[in-house]
T-cell receptor, first 113, second 111 residues
């Protein structure tokens, strides 16, 4: 069965510092991988997705993620964090038709001034 | 902001009651998915509707049921509410094989 693990429950970084959020997946076939962001009281917004092709995926708001099949990982990165990036981040693995998308438990990002 | 709207935004019910949550999908979308997000957890897939038919279901009991209407809006019904049903319920609409657009959710509290 497909599943996602986000090892870090909470991460704190200083504004302007680089960021990496970890995600490991378990999936029998070629995974469809996603990163979403959720601000308090809001729904989820898609940052980026990977279906196939180039393993380095660019997303919105300056985020990128790299798919590494050998490590079953899909880590999210940003070179310079802004205070507005403080939110909950979810990694997800799904099917081609968005049916039964599995989310990780999330990583809460705090940004220090 | 997405074009997905959910109502109500907050709801308080007591154990054993029934509840109906509503979702209006974004224009042009014919697929609606429902998720339950417990406090401190990631969303869990409840079910998906495509053109008024259930198109996949997660590990939720039959007391969780749904409907999709000809205008592609949707309802989530939960019977015999339990305390553990307290959660944020998220609706997402999409076109087939396209990204999900999430609403802001309905916060359900069961006392």
């Amino acid at each position: 069965a497909q599943s996602v693990t986000q090892p870090d429950i909470h991460i704190t970084v200083s504004e302007g510092a680089s960021l990496e959020l970890r995600c490991n997946y378990s999936y029998g076939a070629t995974p469809y991988l996603f990163w979403y962001v959720q601000s308090p009281g809001q729904g989820l917004q898609l940052l980026l997705k990977y279906f196939s092709g180039d393993t380095l995926v660019q997303g919105i708001k300056g985020f990128e993620a790299e798919f590494k099949r050998s490590q079953s990982s899909f880590n999210l990165r940003k070179p310079s964090v802004h205070w507005s990036d403080a939110a909950e981040y979810f990694c997800a693995v799904g099917t081609y038709n968005n049916n039964d998308m599995r989310f990780g438990a999330g990583t809460r990002l705090t940004v220090k001034p | 902001e997405t074009g997905v709207t959910q109502s109500p935004t907050h709801l308080i019910k007591t154990r054993g009651q029934q509840v109906t949550l509503r979702c209006s999908s974004q224009s042009g979308h014919n697929t609606v998915s429902w998720y339950q997000q417990a406090l401190g957890q990631g969303p869990q897939f409840i079910f998906q509707y495509y053109r008024e038919e259930e198109n996949g279901r997660g590990n939720f009991p039959p007391r969780f049921s749904g409907l999709q209407f000809p205008n592609y809006s949707s309802e989530l019904n939960v019977n015999a509410l339990e305390l553990d049903d307290s959660a944020l319920y998220l609706c997402a609409s999409s076109s087939p094989y396209e990204k999900l657009f999430f609403g802001s959710g309905t916060q359900l509290s069961v006392l």
